[in-house]
Structure formats: C-alpha cells, structure tokens
C-alpha cells in the first residue's frame, strides 16, 4: 500500500510506500519513542503532585511522634509533682507534730522551772513590734502547702526565740544557784554553832564566827558553791584555810585543814575537792571550821549547810 502525502505550500507530494521495511522500521521507532516520552512525562507529573504531600505527611507523623513524647514527658512529670507534694505534705505533718512537741516541752520546762506562765506562753506568739517598711506590700498567703510551710516556718521561728529566752532565764537561775552556798562542806555533824559560846581554851563568853564540823582527820572538804580561790595558805588561829570567793558577794571560809588540794587564783565548781580535814591552828580536835560571808559581813551558816541546791 501507498500513501500520498500532499503539502500545502504546492511542493510536489511525496508517496510513502508501507511495504518499504525501512519505513517501517522509522515509523516504530518514532511510535516507540513517543510512548517512552509521554511514559516519562505522566511519571514527572505524578511525581511533581505526590512529594509534596508524602513529605506532608510524614512531617505530620513526626510532629505526632514528637507530640506523644511531649504528653508522656508531661504525664510523667505531673506524676512525679504528686508524688513530691505527697511527700511534702507528709514531711509538713512530721514538722507540725514536733513543733506541737516543742511546745509541751516548752511548757514542762516553764513548769520545771517554776517560772510565771504568762511570761512564758508556748500557745500565743510572743509580743513584737516595729515601723511599717513601706517598701514592701502586706499580703496574705491562701491556706495552700506553701502557706501552711511558712506558717510553720514562722512557728519554729517564734518557738526557737521563746526557747532561747527560756533557756537565758534557767541558765542564770542555776548559774545564780551555783554562785549561793548551799550544803554541807565536809560529812560530819556540828560540834559548834555560830554565835557567841564559852571559849573552849580560856573559858570567856566569845562569839564564833562559823560552824565546827567535827570529822575524822582527812575527810575531803567540798566546795559548796562555784568561785575564786582567793587564799590558800596559812592563818593565825585558823590554821590552813581556803578561801573562795563567788562573786556575788559570798564569800565562804574552810579552816584547820590537814592539807590544801587547790591555790590562789583556781576556779572551783560546786562540790570540787578542795582540801582535807584536820587539826592546825587553834583547835582542841579534829574538824572543819566553816564560814559564811556575805558583803563584808559575816553570817550564820546554818541556814546555807540546811538548804539543798536546786537540780541536785
């Protein structure tokens, strides 16, 4: 079969004879290369109009992946916040219950002591007072455990100050006692009262400035308040005498000593060792002379060897 071609432009027409294999040959590979152009095209074109949206999408994913992580972040940390606040509110109830111990305490102590409750209140804050700083806004904290740990860091706050006056006051208290003669110096019983009596060597009415506590030689001698060695040494009549000051205008005297265990200028705790008993000086027998003074004067013992030191 032939194919007459007939142009346009008045060229002569060209005969295409189909069964020239050449042709043939031309045409399919014209026909075959047309095929693989509009193939390649379609795939460009679904390509162009897919990427984008499969990059979208797994951009969406990965947002979503993201997202989770971030809630169980989030899941976890409110669980870990219940459990802190759990764990603060019971350590707030640990502190309550001993701040609740330290005011029974605070209130055997204000008993113990024998001092006025109204002084010493452990249910009502102590008084304070000051100028207003106007730099700084008043405001109320709402009944939360943040506002309940203030509270009761504020409690503590009072607590300890009330303490620490409690503590001044009992402290001076036993350190007054401890500077007041109290007890007995030496075992024994007394042989000789203060005041005026027949002296036993010339047989004249004559006062004695102490007590005489007969006891054997070398009976240790206490000292019966805290104070200063003022005199360790040797007096006429007295024989070997301690001395000790306590500060508070008392001044007490331990005579006819066998033997001295402290010296002049040593600080001696009630009760301390301070010599032994004996017989120097003027004196018809084993014992200890002891003496009371009180500024400048000297007073009747008795009543200090008869009284009993608080907390002993």
Known sequence: MQIILVPRNRQAPRTLDTSDRRLRLRVSAWAALACVLLTGLGAAVALAVVRPQATAVHEIQSMQRTLQAQQQQLHELRANAHRDINALAVKLGDLQAQAVRLDALGERLTKAGKLNPAEFDFDQPPAVGGPEDAGESSYALPQTLVGNIDALSTKFERQQAQLKALEDLLLDRKLASSLR?????VSGYISSYFGYRTDPFNGHREFHSGLDIATPIGTRVHAVAEGIVTYAGERSGYGKVVEIDHGN?????????SKLLVHVGERVRVGQVISLSGDTGRSTG?????????????TNPLAFVRSHRKGS
């Open 286 to 298: 084993p014992h200890l002379h002891f003496e009371v003074w009180y500024k400048g004067r000297v």
């Open 249 to 257: 205008g008392y001044m007490t005297r331990f005579a006819h000593n």
């Open 181 to 185: 003669p109290a007890g007995m110096p």
